[in-house]
Each structure stands twice: as structure tokens, then as C-alpha cells.
């Protein structure tokens, strides 16, 4: 099977300035993703494709062995554009310089730099070995439960967010598992993207991965908690 892994890294960030080159161990989060990305592709070969609008996140990624043939057009780089057709528009720079179609497509985010080769691999075996499932994606457990989540009235009030008709008490352990999609990886057959235009097509199914590995920088302290688990372990 064709397979093409897009790395989506835009230059625009506001939450962290230059986010996508935050040093992570001595190296730009768009590396490190890129790395993984490479890493999996030893066991199952497939393209590492970068898609950004800046040329430093660019020449980053290639130096970090991506292949970046483009830069994405200003349209597609406004903070108000869906992945959509950010991911389509990689595909078809992607089949056209390759002379080829692709039959699946890994989506992989930068500001998740402590996703393991190990992740990405999963989710397209995954994908592969189930022909009746159309996406497959990374998911952790969540570290706060639904049911014991709140929301606040104007008058201050809290009141479930999940009404069950009762306060749950229960210890965590009692209570059924939930997830949330990890960020980190989205598998996902060509036609569902391009011909269905979704980026996670259903039947989906979830890959689950551990928590460590699917913090998603997005603020200040995101980036000095992955910092601090790169720094502690010796497997990223």
C-alpha cells in the first residue's frame, strides 16, 4: 500500500511565539515528530511529508530528513483554516511529484514531539489488518472524568456537566474509562479525505497510547512539561 505521513506545522502560532522550533532536547519540536515519523517508516516504508508556510520550519524539517517540496500557500496558512484542506492540498502536491496515489494517510502534529515510532506504527497496522475500518487515531486516557467535571451558572452555582441524577462519589478506579484522541496520530484511508472531505472517517478506532507521550504543547507550561519528561527518559 501507498502510504504518505503529513507533518502540519504552521508558522503563526500565538499561544507560544515560534512554537514548531521550540527547543525540545536541543532540537525544534518539528523534528522531533518528523523523527518518530522516520523512525516507524524502517519497519513499514512510507513518505514523511512536511507541509508549512515558513521556510525556517521547513529548512528544520529537512534537515531533520522530511520531505518538504513546497511551501504551503498563504490561503492555507491563516489560523482559521481547518487541517482539511491543508491535509488535502499536501496529498495532491504529494501524488503529483510522486507520479502515484496514496492509499493511506497518516496526519502527525509537531506539538506532540514525545509521540513514539512505536504510535504511529500501531495506528497503521491497525488500519491495515481491519479493510472495514476507514480511520484509526491515537487516544489516552483522560486524567479528569466526565462525571466529575462542572459547569457554573451565572448565579456561581456548580452543577454536573453530566447529569446523572446524583453526585458520583465513586473512586476513579470504579469508574468506566474514557478517552480523548491524543493528537498525536490520525490513519485515515485517502477516499475518506479526499472524496468524503473528513479527517477521521467512521468506523474509527482508537489506538491507545500512554499519557506522557500525548501532551500537546500549546501553552508555556506544556512546553516545559515535555521538556522535563524528554530530559527524564531516554527513550525519546
Known sequence: MNILAVAIARSG???????????????????????????????????????????????????????????????LARDDIPSLPVVQHAIKEAENRRGIRYDIVVILLPTTPLCRPEDILSCVQMLIQKPSVNSVVAVTEVETHPFRMKRMLEDGRLINYIDQGFEDMRPRQSLPKVYRRAGSVKVIRRAVIMEKNYLVGDPCIGVEVPPETAVDVNTPLDLELVRRLYAHNSDY
Open 13 to 75: 502560532s500565538k499561544g507560544i511565539p515560534g512554537k514548531n522550533l521550540a527547543l525540545v532536547g536541543g532540537e525544534p519540536l518539528v523534528a522531533h515528530i518528523i523523527k518518530s515519523a522516520l523512525k516507524a517508516a524502517e519497519s513499514m516504508p512510507f513518505d514523511v511529508m512536511l507541509s508549512t508556510d515558513a521556510e525556517n520550519i521547513r529548512d528544520a524539517g529537512i534537515a531533520a530528513g522530511a520531505w518538504a517540496p513546497f511551501l504551503r500557500p498563504a490561503e
